[in-house]
């Protein structure tokens, strides 16, 4: 089991910067978790926004959000991040954090085993 906390979401202009983090509680397995991003906007669907494999060293991105966000882990601290910056009015949404013990990096919601509960991310224009 992992449980998933994020945190680092809030309100900020257009054109800013936000950090967000997940701690998980998965002990000394963490590194055996892909883990990712999504987000959720009111009357949208939950979207992928960025993975990472095990160890860091691949990462994957949504088209909408390449060249702004950036997704980093460091399993030492049982932590993955999501800089964002260049943030737009449509970054705004629910971002939730998500692990999956897949063999290999996924970008699709239903194939992640764990979620955290999401924090609010706000972007005024």
């Known amino acids: 089991q992992v449980q998933l906390v994020e945190s680092g979401g809030g309100l900020v202009q257009a054109g800013g910067s936000l950090r967000l983090a997940c701690a998980a509680s998965?002990?000394?397995?963490?590194?055996?978790?892909?883990m990712g991003w999504f987000r959720q906007a009111p009357g949208k669907e939950r979207e992928f926004v960025a993975a990472i494999s095990r160890s860091g060293f691949s990462t994957y991105y949504a088209d909408s959000v390449k060249g702004r966000f950036t997704i980093s882990r460091d399993n030492a601290k049982n932590t993955v991040y999501l800089q964002m910056n260049s943030l737009k009015p449509e970054d705004t949404a629910v971002y939730y954090c998500?692990?999956?013990?897949?063999?290999?990096?996924?970008?699709?919601?239903?194939?992640?085993?764990?979620w955290g509960q999401g924090t609010q991310v706000t972007v005024s224009s």
């Open positions: 998965a002990g000394r397995t963490f590194d055996s978790y892909r």
């Open positions: 998500a692990g999956t013990s897949s063999g290999v990096v996924v970008t699709t919601a239903p194939s992640y085993d764990y």
